[in-house]
């Protein structure tokens, strides 16, 4: 897994401040006003910081956005980087700020932050770590794109140093969902993945892969069925989390499909190279398992994440062929490239058989209709029940991860009959990520609360984030981290 750029407490030291390296930040209030790290770099740099501060640029600024001033006079460090942020400000925007100088930061080089007394001085250092990634597992060059490492000056280090540590762990399991979701499908094959999942058992997770031969005797038609035409064979990996007490766990289900193809419902070429993304929903529950197991949640969950890929192959299956689901429902399967909900349903059925969950959430990239709909700033949000579809959406709000909720009814179901069989595993153009929700919903059990979350446009974007660079985004590990810290310990 990617490291983390290292991240130090360390009580401010205003003579440290001319000799410090890399890049430098001090944090200043939009109505101006400097503390005493701030009021020594001033000094340094014979009133730059004041100029600036009194200037248009800085009264233009956003709250949480950062200046960046090169080799300043006085100074050893190349970059002064200077954060426009309230004193007692919201905790979104002490991240952005902290994600918005380790970007502008000079990469191979320390950061160190002059965060003083700031409230939220860990939230700052959080921001910083999220931004300190960039997947390089398959490039040759040694060019550094991150920091180094960060050092944040407070005037309480102990108690910073323990806020964050929770955080660390969350920004571990971020890290995680994007190194998976980065990955290449010709390193992360089934057993690659379901290797990288084993060692979530240092962390004090108990990790179960079922192979093929037993998920066909359990009878996973559907799931089995999509992988017919790869050589990687099918798994169903279970991590299960027991932080808590003697209570059913709460359920986190992925799917993990390392690379679609389409199968026979080959798709078009192009764009065909981003669908080693399409294991995005195993990839956040991988996620958040390492973030609950790092920071020893106080609660009981379990992930399981169905890996398979999609591949178009004398063995592999026909559209119009009908499948057969754990539950016992046959499906006419239509369209081989609506692959992920067979795979969904049969680990949904299962979860629910085995673990008698308190609530259960899949995530999977899904739908490209969802992207239409909410493009690439909202997760489309499925719902069986009112109560944790809102606990999620406050999660997802907290963290500012985009949710939109998405309605449901059985008047979608018309368009999932079929003549042959009890359903058709796609429902046509109109409405195409409601009909997917409402066929998975046929796999959850009436008194189990459930989500879907269609993550197909925030699993990865071609365009930086505030947290993260182009590519794999993390997205969904911070909001349902936050949901079980909430919700489900204690």
């Known amino acids: 897994m990617t490291d983390l750029p290292k991240t130090t407490f360390v009580e401010t030291d205003i003579e440290a401040l001319a000799g410090a390296e890399g890049s430098l930040a001090i944090v200043v209030p939009p109505e101006g006003g400097l503390d005493r790290a701030a009021g020594r770099v001033n000094r340094l740099t014979k009133g730059a910081v004041v100029r600036f501060v009194g200037s248009e640029a800085f009264e233009s600024m956003d709250a ?35 994600a918005a100088c380790a970007k502008a930061a000079k990469a191979g080089a320390p950061l160190r932050i002059e965060a003083g007394g700031h409230k939220h001085a860990a939230e700052i250092a959080y921001g910083a770590a999220l931004r300190g990634y960039a997947f390089t597992a398959r490039t040759t060059s040694d060019k550094p794109k991150v920091v180094s490492g960060v050092v944040c000056a407070v005037s309480k280090p102990d108690a910073m140093a323990a806020a964050f540590a929770p955080r660390q762990a969350v920004a571990e399991g971020v890290f995680f969902t994007r190194d ?3 990955e290449p499908a010709n390193y992360l094959t089934t057993e690659n993945f379901a290797e990288q999942l084993k060692a979530l058992t240092q962390l004090g997770c108990k990790v179960e892969v079922l192979e093929e031969d037993a998920l066909t005797k359990l009878g996973m038609g559907a799931f089995v069925g999509v992988g017919l035409g790869s050589r990687s064979p099918t798994k169903l990996v279970v991590v299960e989390w027991q932080g808590g007490g003697t209570e059913a766990p709460f359920a986190l289900v992925g799917k993990g ?30 996620g958040v398992m390492h973030a609950l197991a790092a920071r020893k949640a106080k609660a009981n969950v379990v992930g399981l994440v169905g890996l398979v890929e999609n591949m178009p192959d004398g063995a592999a299956q026909r559209p119009g062929d009908v499948v057969t689901s754990m539950k016992g429902d046959t499906i006419e399967v239509i369209n081989t490239d609506a692959e992920g909900r067979l795979v969904l349903a049969d680990v949904l059925w299962y979860a629910q058989e085995r673990f008698k969950p308190t609530g259960m959430i899949n995530l999977a990239t899904l739908t490209g209709a969802i992207i239409i709909g909410l493009g690439h700033h909202n997760a489309g949000v499925f719902s069986n029940d009112d109560t944790l579809c809102q606990r999620f959406l406050d999660a997802a709000d907290a963290e500012g991860e985009g949710a939109w909720r998405m309605p449901m009814g059985p008047a979608y179901d018309k368009q999932l009959k079929s003549n042959v ?35 197909a446009g925030v699993a990865s974007v071609k365009e930086e984030t505030t947290f993260a660079p182009r590519g794999a985004t993390g997205w969904g590990v911070r909001a349902l981290d936050r949901l079980i810290a909430g919700h489900y310990e204690g």
């Open 64 to 98: 949480g956005a950062v200046h960046s001033l090169s080799f300043p006079t006085g100074m050893t460090a190349e970059r002064l980087l200077i954060a426009k942020l309230p004193k007692t400000g919201a905790i979104d925007i002490a991240r952005q700020a902290g």
């Open 180 to 182: 998976l979701t980065n």
């Open 421 to 455: 069989a009890d359903m058709s595993n796609v429902g046509g153009r109109p409405a195409g990520s409601i009909t997917a929700a409402q066929f998975l919903k046929r796999f959850v059990k009436e008194d189990v609360p459930w989500i879907h979350l269609d993550i």
């Open 257 to 286: 499909v390392v690379f679609d193809t389409g199968g026979i419902s080959l798709k078009p070429a192009g764009g065909m190279e981003d669908m080693t993304m399409d294991m995005g929903g195993a990839g956040v529950v991988s």
